[in-house]
């Protein structure tokens, strides 16, 4: 099984890119994840030519599964998420495809809006969208240095969206936390 990641946030270092890869650490044995990092560089979406950066990430997706997406709060999502969503609807690449999808936010409504409104892009592109919507302190350290969720909570709200996307056990890792 193949999944592909995609965060919806233009900073590497971002919670929601720390998000993907610790959801993506999740995933059971046996899987393989590919964290998509063109985000940046797809254009918005004009009838025509396809451009190099949307080619890339429509096989990525075509080839796929299916996505893990992490999404920020805001009722809005970013413009460079709207192109991307807008080049994979275009290209029939969400078609049938399952979505995992986990929104981050410090207020419950921030990650419920833009849950809501990924959800409504999603199946309008004929996606199955599956997800959760985390509620998660930014001034609190929730990652530890290998980059795993330390809250066990947290790490058992994201299993709960990776085991919807992925039904098969995940096994709990060797070390305590």
């Not at 299993?159 to 098969?168: F, G, S």
């Amino acid at each position: 099984m193949r999944i592909i990641g995609i965060a919806a946030s233009l900073h590497s270092g971002s919670f929601i890119t720390k998000l993907l890869d610790a959801a993506g650490a999740e995933l059971p044995p046996g899987v393989e994840f590919t964290r998509w990092t063109g985000f940046a560089n797809v254009p918005p979406f004009v009838a025509g030519p396809v451009p190099d950066p949307a080619i890339e990430l429509l096989q990525l997706v075509h080839g796929a599964d299916g996505l893990l997406l992490t999404a920020p709060e805001h009722s809005l999502l970013p413009v460079e998420l709207g192109h991307t969503l807008r080049w994979m609807s275009a290209g029939g690449a969400l078609t049938g495809k399952h979505v995992a999808v986990m929104s981050a936010s410090v207020r419950a409504c921030g990650a419920m809006w833009a849950q809501a409104e990924l959800f409504k892009q999603l199946i309008h592109a004929g996606a199955v969208a599956m997800g959760a919507e985390l509620v998660i302190s930014p001034v609190c350290p929730h990652f530890d240095d290998q980059g795993r969720l330390t809250a066990r909570y947290l790490r058992d709200q994201v299993r709960a969206v990776v085991r919807q996307l992925c039904p098969a056990p995940v096994r709990e890792p060797a070390f305590s936390a």
